[in-house]
């Protein structure tokens, strides 16, 4: 069955370092998310991107924070320089996209990306 | 806005027996999705359940069965006869029918199987 991949597994990183984390969504999909987790906080949404550019981003999703899809299969996140509060696990997710009410588009998400700023 | 509520950040079961994991949630929106989502320790969250909220029937996969109320803003997950390959971490979501369709999670509940 088609996964959603997340590389690397756990970042490490100093305090005002970029990181980029990388995401592979199941190939026919149109729709990507970004969700982050605080440990032992709730899944909180950061952004979505549809049609190469960002469709919806939240209130934590600031300019330290960009996504791209570089080429047909890869998705990024960027975190530009890095602070404590940004460690957390990221999720990448992605989904169909079909328009109307009864439209499934269930997300699939990969296995996430634990990310420790130091 | 809409928000998602778990109240029960861990529950425990013996293997074999059910247990009623608990979700409520709140929104002004008439047509909605709401799913229960499972992640197991290698951390990859899958899809366990879907309900639509124009559908009056609970929705059921197998062991697993939810009880929708619509009125009380309710959306329960059983899981029945447990096994061990059940103990993960159980997510609630929410996800209009508008918009970008991002998910509103729970804090979830941790669930342990005993064998």
């Known amino acids: 069955e088609p996964e959603v991949t997340q590389t690397p597994s756990h970042q490490v990183t100093q305090m005002g370092q970029e990181v980029i984390l990388r995401c592979v969504p199941i190939s026919n999909h149109l729709y990507f998310y970004w969700y982050r987790q605080i440990l032992g906080q709730k899944v909180e949404f950061l952004v979505s991107?549809?049609?190469?550019?960002?469709?919806?981003k939240s209130e934590i999703f600031d300019d330290q924070f960009s996504v791209e899809r570089p080429d047909g299969s890869n998705f990024t996140l960027k975190i530009r320089s890095t602070k404590l509060e940004d460690s957390a696990m990221y999720f990448c997710?992605?989904?169909?996209?079909?328009?109307?009410?009864?439209?499934?588009?269930?997300?699939?998400f990969g296995a996430g990306t634990r990310l420790s700023v130091l | 806005a809409q928000t998602v509520t778990q109240s029960q950040p861990e529950m425990s079961v013996q293997e074999a027996e059910t247990v009623t994991l608990s979700c409520t949630y709140d929104t002004s929106e008439s047509d909605y999705y709401l799913f229960w989502y499972k992640q197991p320790p290698s951390r990859q969250m899958i899809l366990v359940i879907r309900q639509e909220a124009y559908k009056q029937q609970n929705a059921t996969e197998n062991r697993f069965s939810v009880n929708f109320q619509k009125a009380a803003k309710s959306f329960s997950l059983k899981i029945s006869d447990s096994q061990l390959g059940d103990a993960a971490m159980y997510f609630c979501?929410?996800?209009?029918?508008?918009?970008?369709?991002?998910?509103?999670f729970g804090t979830g509940t941790r669930l342990k199987v005993l064998a």
């Open positions: 991107f549809y049609n190469n550019e960002i469709s919806e």
């Open positions: 979501a929410y996800r209009s029918t508008s918009g970008t369709y991002k998910y509103i």
């Open positions: 997710a992605s989904s169909e996209y079909v328009v109307g009410p009864r439209a499934k588009n269930i997300q699939y």
